[in-house]
């Protein structure tokens, strides 16, 4: 039983309308002083809604029931209220400036003042103190475009930390990461736990990261709370029990079994190279050779800074890089795609992994987007089919379970994993030959994922060859037929995966030679 003095929030009985839609239903959370709390549940369950309730984007009186934060009752009106108090909230899409620098990014808004003047030394030092306190050993003069998305994040917890932040809430702050960065990132929020009393919120699907690291769970489904559970050593978490409070169903398998039917070749790529698009004389894909067959799921496992997305985003239209060169095969024919509309009228489709800069029209409605990439087909003299427009469209949101009362709705107005099932949504459309699928499932809950699986499994026995780029290596031993791995723009290996594990996959992923043969 908490007492008084060891709670530093609760949240009592939060309902949170938009228009007719009940985003949150009597919703309760207690964290203690000292805590990691985690909260999970689908996209679209309410837990980033909930978090933006706490820290002020939905100001008092949008909402009803009782935020009592560090013993007193609270009424944020903007999030400037939450911070004055020491509540930071860090969200998924990280809301720093590429071309400012680390500085200026951590004191925008909220800068060291000097006589009426921005305090540029006293701002350096400061921030110097703050990276140093997260481990990161940068030059507070870089600009953020030059740092990886793992500092960036750490930018953001630096950058929180110079406002005396006693609650850190991170929404899915390791989502975007690999391995390495995700533990460094945790392993830092615990230390600071420990070393500077600080409590954190967490929102993750990253079930094995929330065994890890948290002391509690919170699960929300369809806005309403489920279930909480403490964790110690004593009492491990339960993944399964956890999964079936999160979609209301029990998944017996993480990953659904597939007997795949491999036919005829239907994709090669034979000796790609691609330069860097600033520094020509750099390769960023050498000599880059793979294949894929009818019917095949195919992995290709590196690190960040490998080269999987660069040479998938060269292949599909020449849309990253210059001087490109090499050949393609489809159906054992030498093609070409110089653009975009030549990939796709050729059968390929590419799901990117950033959603907003290239997968959507964030304005337009979930029906726009899903049939944006087939309009062709769609189309008659050049008239669109609006009402085969409409079923597809719908078709997709019950088999993908977009959370949305309907496709009209902006799809700007979804969950970042509910925009990542449109995305995928608009390709599936296009039937594709050949489906290119770069981090398909990141940001998206458990059992969105075992979903989407089952969707490339399908896509697969009607006769598409898929390649999936994933940082998630059970995810390419669970769902694929052979993976290939690429370290420094080199690919190292092909391996069966099912007779392959997660260390020979690293093994291959830092190593420098290429592979002997193509298969």
Request: charged residues 25%; aromatic residues 4%.
């Amino acid at each position: 039983m908490s007492t008084e003095q060891d709670v530093i929030l609760q949240m009592r009985h939060i309902v949170k309308r938009f228009g007719p839609v009940t985003a949150l239903d009597d919703v309760n959370i207690t964290v203690k002083r000292g805590q990691i709390f985690s909260v999970c549940g689908e996209n679209g369950a309410g837990k980033s809604t909930l978090m933006n309730v706490l820290s002020g984007v939905y100001p008092y009186g949008s909402y009803e029931g009782e935020v009592v934060y560090d013993g007193q009752t609270c009424q944020f009106n903007t999030i400037r209220d939450s911070e004055a108090k020491g509540i930071v909230i860090i969200h998924q899409e990280l809301a720093l400036v590429p071309y400012m620098s680390i500085t200026d990014n951590i004191f925008l808004g909220n800068p060291i003042t000097k006589e009426a003047a921005i305090d540029d030394t006293a701002q350096r030092k400061v921030a110097s103190e703050a990276l140093q306190a997260v481990g990161l050993d940068e030059n507070p003069d870089t600009l953020i475009a030059n740092i990886g998305v793992g500092k960036q994040q750490l930018v953001e917890i630096a950058k929180a930390l110079t406002k005396n932040v006693k609650l850190l809430i991170l929404d899915e702050p390791t989502a975007a990461l690999n391995d390495e960065d995700s533990a460094h990132l945790l392993g830092l929020i615990d230390d600071l736990r420990r070393n500077k009393g600080i409590t954190a919120i967490i929102i993750s699907h990253k079930l094995n990261e929330i065994a890890e690291s948290a002391d509690a769970v919170q699960v929300i489904r369809d806005g309403k709370t489920i279930s909480h559970v403490d964790i110690d050593k004593e009492h491990p978490l339960d993944q399964d029990l956890l999964i079936r409070d999160m979609v209301g169903r029990p998944l017996t398998n993480r990953y659904p079994e597939h007997e795949s039917s491999i036919g005829e070749e239907v994709f090669r790529v034979e000796n790609w190279r691609v330069h860097h698009p600033l520094d020509v004389e750099r390769l960023v894909a050498k000599d880059v050779c793979l294949n894929m067959r009818a019917g095949e799921i195919v992995g290709l496992a590196g690190l960040i800074g490998a080269g999987r997305t660069e040479t998938a985003m060269s292949i599909f239209g020449h849309q990253y890089g210059v001087k490109a060169s090499g050949h393609l095969y489809m159906g054992g024919q030498e093609v070409s795609f110089p653009t975009v509309r030549s990939a796709i009228d050729h059968g390929v489709a590419y799901a990117t992994e950033d959603r907003k800069t290239y997968g959507l029209n964030l304005i337009k409605s979930i029906r726009e987007n899903t049939s944006l990439a087939s309009l062709k087909a769609m189309s008659h003299a050049g008239v669109i089919d609006r009402e085969r427009e409409a079923r597809v469209s719908e078709d997709y949101r019950k088999q993908l379970r977009i959370k949305t009362p309907s496709i009209e709705v902006p799809t700007g107005n979804l969950s970042g994993g509910n925009q990542q099932k449109v995305v995928l949504a608009k390709w599936m459309a296009t039937n594709p030959k050949l489906l290119i699928l770069d981090e398909p499932t990141r940001g998206i809950d458990v059992g969105a994922k075992y979903d989407i699986y089952e969707i490339i499994d399908q896509l697969a026995d009607k006769g598409s060859a898929v390649l999936v780029i994933s940082s998630e290596l059970p995810e390419l031993l669970g769902i694929c037929d052979r993976i290939y791995t690429m370290s420094q723009g080199i690919i190292t290996a092909c391996l069966d995966a099912k007779r392959t594990n997660q260390e020979e996959l690293m093994r291959f992923m830092t190593s420098k030679e290429p592979m002997q043969q193509a298969v």
